[in-house]
């Protein structure tokens, strides 16, 4: 591999991966812990935060309101303000290519006595915000948006009152922002959802000490807040490795032919996972060792082995929202399934950082692998050969990492178009897995 700070990154074939190492801190986990302790009143001490861009940004965002935030190499302190304490920022916030810092700050703000502007990259700005317009306006909030669905949105906060909301699409998102609403609004509010998805909020909000109702309904499950509620600060609190980035290395560590690699203290939230056991059922060896739980949320070891994947996959429903961002690297492990991968149900990918079905659909052909692209998915067979060719990242993270581990099995050169995007979630991931060859 060449030039791991440069715009463009050549791959080359690998024989051969040997690493034991940790990975930054989980994006998801680590924006939460960024609002969370802003929210609390007190100090808190994040240690293994995430170094993503992505995560960057929503720092930078409540520092534009007021709350003080020192960066250390090894850690990020925060003086939290407390729910009723944040100041209006005096220009617009900016999320960059951050869809959870736009649509979870959207639920804060849309509880503030001020008025707040907030924008992003491109991408964002064609991302769909209708999703958290609608439930927030429900609640009460004025909220303005290009034609009332896209950044940048302004948001008139204030005088929220509970409502009890099915999000229409499986959203980790939505059901965050409605909660964090919630936090300010008058009485109670809930979420339904009808599909499972992270609970990342949920556990945090608990490990702050406010009170999460869950129950199973019938129509799903109800998750409720009570307006009112006041945010103890995290305190001294580890953000566990991001089990998305290391499903890069486990793919690597899978496909390549002599590999072993320890990838330590990774979170295994069940509402993530369910790569790791598609992969183990398709015999993937991967030992899931050391399980423990750090504030609320289980962690674990992975020591991954180089394996034969075998069986076919029919992937949808609760099992896609559950492995939604780690669709990329599963397209590439399926080119060398014995057996055949076909996944529907995820018109989700149409509206994340690109239209990633047909950013897959189009650098897998690039690397002359049949695929068959669906409104809603793709049915790739394996025991395909990947051919070096020049990807196109779309300027996606997820896209520009999993190609990359595809040019380890590629035949000759593999050119990643606009690698840096990777930066967005792991900047670190072109010199990690240059370390591993
Ligand atoms: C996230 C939820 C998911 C996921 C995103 C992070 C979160 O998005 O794709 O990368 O931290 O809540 P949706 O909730 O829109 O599916």
Redesign the pocket.
Known sequence: MTNHSAAHIKIYPASRLRGDFHLPGDK?IS?RSAMFAALGKGTSVLRNYSSARDCQNTLDCFEAMGVQIARQPDHITIEGVGVNELQAPTTMLDVGNS??TIRLISGILAGQNFTTEINGDESIQRRPMKRVIEPLTKMGAQIEARDNNFAPLKIHGGNLHGIEYTPPV?????K?CVLLAGLFAKGETSVIETTP??NHTEIMLQECGVSVQQEQIATGRRIAVQGGASLQALGDYTVAGDLSSAAFFLAAGLLVPDAELLIRHIGINPSRKALIDVLQQLGGRIEIKNERLAHGEPVADFFVQSSELRGDLELSGAVVANL??EIPILAVIATQLHGTLTIREAN?LRV?ESDRIRSIVDNLRRMQIEVEEYEDGMRIAGQQKLHGALIESYGDHRIAMAFAVAGLMATGETEIHDAQAASVSLPEFYELLAKLT
């Open positions: 998801s924006h869809g959870t499986a959203s980790a998102q939505v965050s998805t992270r939604i961002d989700e994340k």
